[in-house]
């Protein structure tokens, strides 16, 4: 009987402190049971959450288009330890300090942490970074942040960890829009269609996007060389799906992507551009066996201007203009999964990219004029290969044992300077050919004590590559500078965490509705699952990261004067390179809660604990001990679902920001702050929706940045946007 009963109720999806469950309510005098939902991002393939020895946080689409932010890169701050390398998002951020920060594992404009779409890496080929305005949200199933793991499977920029965003594929057709209007000129629309066909499914997705902006530095100093920080961008994908038969799939996708931004002043403004193709083949020739292969091709351009302010804000002499930054990207991808008896499985793979890019600016301003030309960039190849599997140990516990190798090499680096007149040199470098290798292992366990507790182990070795920006392009912001190093070694981690869930099932009375037949037998009429089973979940995990030859921005010269490796100084100035830090650790504990009241309430709160320090820098003694910087100490995140009457949804959200450092020797300190967000929604029919989001409802003054001079950079003030969304 209890068989029975079970088999009618439908299950509620659960975020379970790192990983997604569905939860079946247990009946009187019957156990509840955890049913698996699979997931994909930390190990390339499907696979039940549950199975997983690493955290891994999954954001539904639901949960992201209602999310209190403009941004996609927003709503993802509900997990506390992503960040992008500064505090403001995509809102207003430049695209090179749109890196990502798992755990504070690597904040810097050149991300640690591997951003991909659908499978394919969306970081910039040239810098690392990632435009998250290339992904609109309407056409979104769900984005999986795994903190901490999946090196073995991804390989090369995983150090951090991965972030994948999958789009949806519906197989009949669909219709979904939005537009958008709300304070600083902010409007948008966005439109996703799929059309089914004898031939295939086409899917084609659209979006404009225009903000005038705010001005990015604090009242206190703000000039009249201070203006808002516009942006502008236009997104269409086109994918085209088609069926070979019962056991082949394929699908082609293509993407024009540009986007234009002011960056605070007249004169300092960005362009980025990308055009990128990727194709796809999946088959699965017997039940225990699948595989998937997947190329792609990305053409990507980059334009940006820098200058300098006087002291009182009222001028700005341009610091040069880089006007192309050309990058090419080819790649390849395939894995196949076995499926063995008693639940083991097996996954092999091999990935391989090549990337190619290089800047083109201007410098050295004479008489209104700038006189030379830098050009300076080079190639980049990666091979990996990696095995993975997993298999029952004993009852109740699982293992992961997992190997990668990578060989990359690095060739054609350069950088040529010359006068823009003559023609003539005054350095022409072109850097010896380098070349190496880099083993990713991995393993972790799953232990399932009881039905309402999990707890697991992983540790992993995972490597990044210095980009072609950090290689070969220095940069003048200001009054400071910071030189390229075209020696950087490689970084390398060693990670470890321990973690566990608890999940607490409450089951109130109810009563089955039941039909007596005419020969007196019972039939049990199968009912939904109300939303309202009241669910209670805990989560904990401790992590440790020891970084080997990290790349950091390290000071070596204070203007003003003129200076070894960095040049001329003005007052105020700061001198870096880019240089290898011996070591550092990052450690610390997340803690997670999740609480559904009822079908009209839930609650989730999550905490993050974290200590990132210096713990040895030959080239720089003086740094041992300081806090790396923009990484803060703690940072947590309190999130609410409230439905009322009247079918009105409210999702406040509370983000508490630790203080932080905002320069590798600490004594630039960005203060603290919580900030409020609140969205709110309600349906008009049953296709038509209104919204309205509130970002920082208290204006809290959110510090970005700070100079040495005392100019103070802020996030985004006060933001009111509201609008309407239709699904058909």
Request: positive net charge; proline residues 5%; glycine residues 10%.
């Amino acid at each position: 009987m209890t068989n029975r009963l079970s088999s009618c109720l439908s299950l509620v999806s659960l975020s379970v402190a790192g990983a997604t469950v569905g939860v079946a309510p247990a009946l009187s005098g019957s156990e509840a049971t955890l049913l698996p939902t699979e997931v994909i991002t930390a190990s390339r393939t499907p696979q039940p959450a549950e199975h997983v020895a690493v955290s891994v946080r999954s954001f539904e689409a639901e949960m992201l288009r209602n999310a209190p932010t403009a941004t996609l890169d927003g709503a993802l701050r509900a997990v506390p330890g992503f960040s992008l390398f500064r505090r403001s998002d995509s809102f207003s951020a430049n695209p090179t300090a749109q890196g990502v920060s798992l755990r504070g594992l690597g904040p810097s404009g050149a991300s640690r942490s591997l951003v991909l779409l659908d499978g394919v890496p969306l970081n910039d080929s040239f810098g690392g970074w990632v435009a998250w305005t290339k992904v609109a949200r309407e056409n979104l199933a769900r984005v999986e942040v795994v903190p901490g793991g999946g090196a073995s499977a991804w390989g090369n920029a995983a150090l951090g960890g991965v972030v994948q965003i999958l789009t949806r594929q519906p197989s009949k057709q669909t219709t979904s829009a939005n537009v958008t209007l709300g304070d600083y000129g902010t409007r948008s629309a966005e439109v996703a269609h799929t059309q089914p066909g004898t031939l295939g499914t086409f899917d084609v997705g659209a979006q404009v996007f225009a903000t005038d902006g705010f001005a990015l530095v604090a009242p206190e100093r703000r000039g009249p060389i201070d203006v808002a920080a516009w942006s502008r961008h236009t997104l269409l994908n086109l994918r085209w799906r088609q069926s070979l038969g019962d056991k082949l799939a394929w699908s082609a996708a293509f993407r024009n992507y540009e986007e234009q931004r002011g960056n605070g002043t007249p004169y300092q403004r960005n362009g980025t551009r990308e055009r990128a193709l990727a194709v796809e083949f999946a088959g699965q020739p017997t039940d225990g066996f699948a595989w998937k292969a997947t190329g792609y091709a990305q053409d990507q351009g980059f334009s940006s201007t820098f200058s300098g302010v006087n002291a009182t804000r009222t001028a700005e002499t341009p610091a040069s203009d880089q006007f192309s930054v050309p990058a090419k990207t080819l790649g390849a991808a395939w894995t196949g999964t076995w499926r063995h008896a008693g639940g083991a499985r097996t996954s092999v793979g091999t990935d391989a990219r090549t990337a190619q890019g290089e800047t083109r600016e201007f410098f050295a301003l004479v008489a209104g004029n700038f006189t030379r030309l830098r050009v300076a960039g080079g190639k980049q190849a990666d091979l990996g290969v990696f095995a993975l599997h997993e298999l029952r140990l004993v009852d109740g516990v699982r293992g992961t044992v997992g190997l990668r190798v990578n060989a990359w090499d690095e060739t054609d680096g350069h950088r040529r300077e010359s006068d823009r007149t003559t023609g003539v040199a005054s350095r022409d470098d072109h850097y010896a050919n380098r070349d190496g290798t880099a083993f990713s292992p991995s393993a972790g366990l799953v232990w399932t004590p009881a039905m309402a507790w999990r707890v697991r182990a992983n540790a992993q070795q995972a490597f990044r590559r210095p980009t072609l920006n950090e290689l070969y392009r220095p940069f003048r912001q200001g009054a400071n500078v910071t030189e390229a190093n075209a020696e950087l070694r490689t970084e390398k981690v060693t990670t470890g965490e321990v973690g566990a869930e608890w999940v607490a099932l409450f089951r109130p009375p109810f009563v089955i509705p039941q039909t007596t037949l005419p020969d007196g037998t019972i039939r049990l009429q199968s009912i939904p699952l109300q939303a309202s089973q009241p669910l209670l979940t805990f989560g904990a995990t401790a992590f440790w990261n020891d970084l080997r030859d990290a790349v950091g921005n390290v000071t070596i010269a204070r203007g003003p004067g003129t200076f070894p490796i960095v040049g001329a100084l003005a007052a105020g100035g700061l001198g870096r390179q880019r240089l290898n830090l011996d070591r550092m650790r990052t450690q610390g504990v997340e803690l997670s809660a999740t609480w559904n009241a009822s079908a009209e309430f839930s609650f989730n709160a999550a905490a993050l604990f974290n200590d990132a320090t210096v713990r040895r820098a030959v080239v720089a003694p003086t740094l041992v001990g300081k806090q790396v910087a923009q990484v803060p100490r703690r940072s947590a995140t309190l999130g609410a679902t409230w439905r009322v009457p009247g079918q009105v949804t409210f999702t406040p959200r509370l983000r508490w920001i630790g203080r932080q450092f905002e320069d590798d020797e600490n004594l630039l300190k960005l203060g603290e702050v919580v900030v409020a967000d609140l969205g709110v929604t309600r349906p008009l029919t049953k296709h038509l929706t209104v919204f309205l989001t509130l970002e920082n409802l208290t204006n809290a003054r959110v510090e970005t940045g700070r100079s040495a001079d005392g100019v103070v950079n802020v996030g985004t003030p006060r933001l009111l946007l509201g609008g309407l969304r239709g699904a058909w």
